[in-house]
């Protein structure tokens, strides 16, 4: 009998983000920190360009997984904004 070992394979996760962000989180005193601190990070993870691009510049082959990072990285950043914030994500659209 084989060892089923699919749950080993790292090819069957989906989540494109791949580090930790430790980050004082937003708040009314701290933004050029905060922001210098998330493009490092978006640096690091190579997103960058999702700060300047957007779907419809991305080859159709690559725009769900484009959407998929996008959408990661948006609740990755809403985790490091201080809860008085929040209201800002209610009216963004991410799909």
Not at 4 to 27: A, E, R
Request: aromatic content about 10%.
């Amino acid at each position: 009998m084989a060892l089923d070992t699919t749950l080993s394979d790292p090819s069957i996760y989906t989540n494109y983000v791949n580090g930790y962000l430790t980050i004082d989180k937003l708040d009314d005193t701290n933004y050029e920190t905060w922001k210098s601190d998330i493009k490092l990070w978006l640096k690091n993870q190579g997103y960058v360009d999702h700060l300047t691009q957007n779907v419809s510049s991305i080859d159709a082959d690559e725009a769900s997984r484009w959407l998929k990072i996008e959408a990661q990285s948006c609740i990755i950043l809403k985790s490091t904004i201080h809860s008085s914030f929040n209201n800002c994500f209610i009216h963004m659209k991410h799909v």
